[in-house]
């Protein structure tokens, strides 16, 4: 599937060899930008298919997209931690599709959680995909009832581009990105319904002012929710599990 935006072509990227030319973008005529809209509308037809089976099976899924080191897998982790912590008390069954140009890191560190991950690697993709998510699901065959976790690759432009066929999606970045971040990428921010803003342990030491971040937010996406929390010290993971637990179905 091709970006409509940058032009990367992950299908191309998973067939790659190394040495093979990375990244070609597209010139932005009018041939181009009926092949974008057609790439998208099939995007999409296999998003709401996505919608259809995960909907059938009970299953919510959460797009979780936001910098690279925003702390995504930091989050994941530690949301295993705490449901392992709460065992019995509401915590629909977890598993996790994770994306990533290369390697199987962030599902070994799911893994070692003791949660149920697939590594979805896109080459030289920038962002999941409705198709690798319809794979992905196939590979990881969430019981009915679960809650998948996507965690898209890092990146603050293109995922935003594509339904994966999602229920909700959830923005991600970290105090140490800058309090810029929803001004500079704001499609990403306005079409979500959380943004979690993590890494609030190194506040102390830094001079990101949240109140611009979060007033930003607020004039891009009037209806947005937004936590604070620090994935790897467990502050606000609270309000996290609270979030999730509303959304996830049960039985
Ligand atoms: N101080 C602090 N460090 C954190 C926190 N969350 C994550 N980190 C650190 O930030 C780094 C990146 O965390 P990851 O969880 O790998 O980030 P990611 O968003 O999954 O990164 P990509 O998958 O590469 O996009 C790691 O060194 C984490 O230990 C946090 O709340 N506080
Ligand atoms: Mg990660």
């Known amino acids: 599937m091709m970006c ?3 032009g990367c072509s992950s299908e191309k990227a998973r067939l790659s060899e190394p040495g093979v030319e990375a990244h070609s973008h597209l010139h932005q005529d009018g041939d181009s930008l ?7 509308a099939g995007n999409d037809e296999l998003a709401l298919h996505n919608r259809q089976w995960l909907t059938a099976n009970q299953i919510t899924c959460i797009n979780l997209m936001g910098t690279p080191g925003a702390g995504k897998t930091q989050l994941l982790e530690a949301t295993f ?7 019995g008390t509401g915590w629909p069954p977890m598993a996790v599709l994770e994306g990533d140009q290369q390697t199987q890191n962030d599902a070994r560190r799911i893994q070692a959680c003791g949660g149920r991950a697939v590594q979805i690697n896109t080459g030289t993709g920038c962002h999941l995909d409705a198709q690798m998510i319809q794979a992905g699901l196939a590979s990881l065959a969430p019981r009915p009832g679960s809650l998948v976790l996507v965690e898209n690759v890092g990146n603050l432009v293109c995922p935003a581009l ?6 909700h999606r959830v923005a991600m970045m970290a105090v140490t990105d800058g309090e810029d971040k929803p001004e500079k990428y704001p499609h990403l921010f306005a079409g979500c319904e959380l943004v ?3 890494k609030i ?3 102390p030491y830094l001079n990101v002012d949240l109140k611009k971040t979060k007033a930003s937010l607020r004039r891009l996406n009037p209806r947005v929710e937004i936590l ?3 994935a790897s010290t467990g502050e ?5 599990r609270d979030w999730l637990l509303t959304r996830a179905h049960h039985d």
């Open 236 to 240: 606000g993971l609270e309000s996290w």
């Open 81 to 87: 931690a705490y449901a392992h912590t709460q065992s």
């Open 196 to 198: 979690v803003i993590n």
């Open 4 to 6: 409509g935006h940058c």
């Open 228 to 230: 604070e929390l620090s």
């Open 34 to 40: 009926h092949l974008q809209q057609a790439l998208l």
């Open 201 to 203: 342990d190194l506040q």
């Open 162 to 167: 594509f339904d994966l066929g999602e229920q």
